[in-house]
């Protein structure tokens, strides 16, 4: 319906605006009662030399009487249209009920990178922001029509891998994760927590942790033993926590692997002057002319950089994928690292320059404060699913009467609702605070409430089929009717901006405010005991079918009853 006005827009103003400025230009207005769509006219006032009042009041009149258009306004330099509801009506529901609304074509190839761990610790609270940030950007740029591979690089040597190994070789005594009753991760992290409160107490520790990585630089076999074993209690615990968040990966690389790889790309580049060498033996690159400063690419002992694994990655990514962008979704600490890496690879004339790009998010803190990973202050991944799986269970309990088994599998599921529609409800870039007791809240701008919101259809739905229907015709859609029939009808250009700029956000709010309008029809208009039965069912099983879309986008699982 918004391209029949635009249609009828184009035809009366000709070479005067574009079709597609006008179709940009056309909106929703944000009260009703000023039409279903609007144009303004402001954009037209220099070249037609006339006032923008006259000039909607002109066009209104012109535009009045074309099919499909139920009436037109002038007003305040604003040009509103009415819709016929019964053509928008059966528009809605023909296009729901074909299937794929809202889906694009834009047939790219992306990689989104995410999670990307350290193996010295659990995830936290941080990662699972990260995590809902690429699953849902995966899916919205998939929805949007793109081919999407999800990556992830573990980051399992260095430094920081070798303090959980020194605490745990001094002091681990030979306990598992088995033999104390702890998921492997947590084991792992138990011991750099560890690591730096020894530290704290007596710095030769740092020093220590420093010469075991020279010897795992150097492949000292007890040292990689122990490594390869405490990386394996780390992954397996982590793929625990995937799992069970509902994540997977089309690829995992690890630094491990290719930490050296990136030095001859570095020493192809400063052959070639692209790069140059220090005093001191350091090979840098100086991206003054970006802003960006002075960067060291290789030390002047020749060990790497992080910066200068991923130069490779980067290719390497191509080499798997052939993208056309290449997504990373990391914490905005890392602003200036990504800023420098596409600079390098512009000046390299690498494949990947110019089609990556940088999500960035910002921090979630908890009520009480930030977290911290060397004080053992983070909230831990699964801790936090098992404390919100815990009040929705208590929720439920007290709400309905279900089985162990119910309780159990409902209450993941409103629990992951509930996280991952929190850390995405927040624009990505905003840093944000995460409160268990508000998220699992079955009212208000939460994930519980849209999977009631989908439940009640459902529900309405079911009864449907077993109850006989009775006499009656649809008659013209209410405001509440016609209102939800409107906001459905927004699905697609929804879908298309949050794919367009990334921003799981705009699926969240739209997702929310589809329930409101949802529920305020489901409480002014009888469905099954109505004389617009038939209609009504088909709008409550559109609302469903679009709704069930939003929480795939947002990584959520539906249910069917509460």
């Avoid at 799981?504 to 029809?521: C, G, H, I, M, W």
Wanted: proline share 3%; glycine share 10%; hydrophobic share 40%.
């Amino acid at each position: 319906m918004k391209q029949l006005v635009v249609d009828v827009l184009s035809r009366e103003l000709g070479a005067q605006a574009g079709g597609g400025e006008i179709e940009r230009l056309v909106e929703v207005p944000k009260d009703a009662t000023h039409g279903d769509y609007a144009f303004p006219c402001f954009g037209l006032a220099k070249a037609l030399k006339k006032n923008p009042k006259l000039i909607a009041e002109e066009l209104a009149a012109r535009c009045t009487g074309a099919p499909g258009i139920a009436g037109v306004a002038a007003a305040g330099g604003y040009c509103n249209f009415f819709v016929d509801k019964g053509m928008f009506t059966r528009s809605v529901f023909d296009r729901v009920k074909a299937g794929g609304f809202g889906r694009g074509r834009e047939g790219g190839r992306v990689v989104v990178e995410f999670a990307s761990p350290n193996t010295n610790k659990p995830l936290h609270l941080g990662h699972l922001r990260n995590m809902a940030i690429g699953e849902s950007v995966a899916r919205i740029l998939a929805f949007a029509g793109n081919t999407v591979a999800r990556t992830s690089i573990n980051n399992d040597r260095g430094v920081h891998i070798c303090k959980s190994m020194l605490a745990y070789r001094r002091l681990g005594a030979g306990k598992t994760p088995q033999t104390e009753g702890v998921k492997s991760d947590h084991f792992v992290g138990d011991y750099y927590v560890l690591f730096n409160k020894k530290a704290s107490e007596d710095p030769s520790w740092n020093d220590e942790a420093q010469r075991m990585l020279q010897e795992w630089e150097a492949g000292d076999e007890n040292v990689r033993s122990l490594w390869r074993t405490m990386n394996a209690w780390a992954f397996d615990g982590f793929r625990q926590t995937f799992r069970l968040f509902g994540i997977a990966f089309d690829k995992e690389y690890y630094e491990s692997e290719i930490y050296t790889r990136g030095r001859q790309i570095v020493e192809e580049g400063l052959a070639c002057g692209i790069f140059a060498k220090r005093g001191d033996g350091a090979v840098i690159v100086d991206l003054s002319a970006e802003g960006l400063g002075e960067k060291v690419l290789l030390r002047a002992d020749g060990t790497t950089v992080y910066i200068t694994q991923d130069l490779f990655l980067a290719s390497l990514k191509h080499q798997d994928f052939a993208f056309d962008r290449s997504i990373y979704v990391v914490g905005n600490e890392q602003d200036h690292h990504f800023r420098m890496l596409a600079a390098i690879l512009l000046r390299l004339g690498s494949v990947a320059a110019g089609a990556i790009r940088h999500l960035s998010y910002g921090m979630v803190e908890l009520p009480e404060g930030k977290m911290k990973s060397r004080e053992g202050t983070v909230v831990d991944a699964d801790d936090l699913i098992a404390e919100t799986r815990g009040l929705a269970r208590a929720e439920l309990a007290q709400r309905y009467t279900l089985s162990e088994a119910q309780l159990d599998e409902r209450s993941l599921k409103i629990a992951l609702a509930a996280i991952k529609y929190q850390l995405l409800m927040i624009d990505i870039a905003k840093t944000m605070v995460f409160d268990p007791k508000t998220a699992i809240s079955f009212e208000g701008d939460t994930g519980p409430y849209l999977l009631y919101s989908y439940a009640r259809a459902s529900s309405i739905l079911r009864r449907a089929a077993e109850e006989p229907a009775g006499a009656g015709a649809a008659g013209e859609p209410g405001p509440s009717e016609h209102a939800l029939l409107k906001k459905i009808a927004l699905f697609p250009e929804t879908a298309k901006n949050a794919a367009d700029k990334l921003m799981p956000s705009q699926v969240a709010t739209y997702a929310f405010d589809l329930s409101q309008l949802f529920n305020e029809f489901y409480h002014q208009c009888p469905v099954l005991k109505s004389d617009s039965r038939a209609f009504r069912l088909e709008l409550v099983a559109a609302f469903r079918t679009v709704l069930r879309e939003c929480l795939h986008l947002l990584g959520i699982e539906e249910i069917e009853e509460m």
